[in-house]
């Protein structure tokens, strides 16, 4: 096909696709054969890793360049991937760190309920420590309940993800909707979250109590 094609299927413009070109980041056509369909599923690739998971050129080469090299599982591209976005992410800023650390134990203790096999060195550890613990300097009363059923809800839908992209084959189309999970499922998730917590807030708390109903409003 020709680039005009390519970019209309991709939904890329002209000049993005030289671009990437420039950059390395997808190859030039054939000159007898033009752009091929593993053409069109690199770049829409490449689309999602650039507009999406908000990697630069450099960091979308590394990757794909560590992806051509050598046989891995869907795990370990998993990873491979997810560290990439985590490193081009910001954490949250919590630097409220109290002298004891049972936020350190919750979350390990978390971990060890849900049998998850944890690498403390990663961006995602590391970030989940922290707000543990400005959760405890804050308010500990509720944070191990809140953060187990936060857990248990994790465990849920990551299952449902890891579900539907096996679905998928072709590495290129399972890595690109890995990052658009991963990219997307946290603001998604907090939109479902406020709207379950306004129907529920509703349904529990507008109406009058007694006193004997505090504290059981649930």
Same mark, same amino acid.
Request: net charge negative.
């Given at each position: 096909?020709?680039?005009?094609?390519?970019?209309?299927?991709?939904? /890329?413009?002209?000049?993005?696709?030289?671009?990437? &070109?420039?950059? $390395?980041?997808?190859?030039?056509?054939?000159?007898?054969?033009?752009?091929?369909?593993?053409?069109?599923?690199?770049? $829409?690739?490449?689309?999602?890793?650039?507009? /999406?998971?908000?990697?630069?050129?450099? &960091?979308?080469?590394?990757?794909?360049?560590?992806?051509?090299?050598?046989?891995?599982?869907?795990?370990? *591209?998993?990873?491979?991937?997810?560290?990439?976005?985590?490193?081009?992410?910001?954490?949250?800023?919590?630097? /409220?760190?109290?002298?004891?650390?049972?936020?350190?134990?919750?979350?390990?203790?978390?971990?060890?309920?849900?049998?998850? *096999?944890?690498? &403390?060195?990663?961006?995602?550890?590391?970030?989940?420590?922290?707000?543990?613990?400005?959760?405890?300097?804050?308010?500990?009363?509720?944070?191990? /309940?809140v953060v187990e059923a936060?857990?248990?809800?994790?465990? $849920?839908?990551?299952?449902?993800?890891?579900?539907?992209?096996?679905?998928?084959? %072709?590495e290129d189309a399972l890595?690109?909707?890995?990052?658009?999970?991963?990219?997307?499922? %946290?603001?998604?998730?907090?939109?479902?979250?406020?709207?379950?917590?306004?129907?529920?807030?509703?349904?529990?708390?507008?109406r009058e109590f007694s006193?004997?109903?505090?504290?059981?409003?649930?």
């Amino acid at each position: 096909m020709r680039i005009s094609e390519l970019s209309d299927r991709a939904s /890329v413009p002209v000049a993005t696709v030289e671009y990437y &070109q420039r950059e $390395r980041l997808i190859s030039h056509p054939s000159e007898r054969h033009g752009y091929s369909p593993e053409d069109l599923r690199r770049l $829409r690739l490449v689309r999602v890793l650039v507009e /999406v998971g908000g990697l630069d050129p450099d &960091q979308v080469r590394g990757l794909l360049g560590a992806m051509a090299g050598g046989t891995r599982t869907p795990h370990e *591209t998993f990873g491979m991937v997810l560290r990439t976005l985590e490193g081009s992410s910001s954490a949250p800023h919590t630097d /409220v760190e109290p002298a004891d650390d049972e936020a350190l134990a919750l979350a390990r203790r978390v971990a060890d309920r849900h049998g998850w *096999t944890v690498d &403390q060195d990663t961006a995602s550890w590391r970030t989940l420590v922290k707000l543990l613990r400005t959760l405890h300097w804050l308010d500990d009363a509720d944070t191990a /309940v809140v953060v187990e059923a936060y857990a248990a809800a994790a465990d $849920r839908m990551t299952g449902a993800e890891i579900g539907v992209l096996g679905l998928y084959a %072709d590495e290129d189309a399972l890595v690109e909707r890995l990052v658009l999970w991963t990219v997307f499922g %946290d603001p998604l998730l907090a939109a479902l979250r406020r709207i379950a917590r306004q129907h529920t807030s509703g349904r529990v708390f507008d109406r009058e109590f007694s006193p004997a109903d505090r504290g059981s409003a649930i």
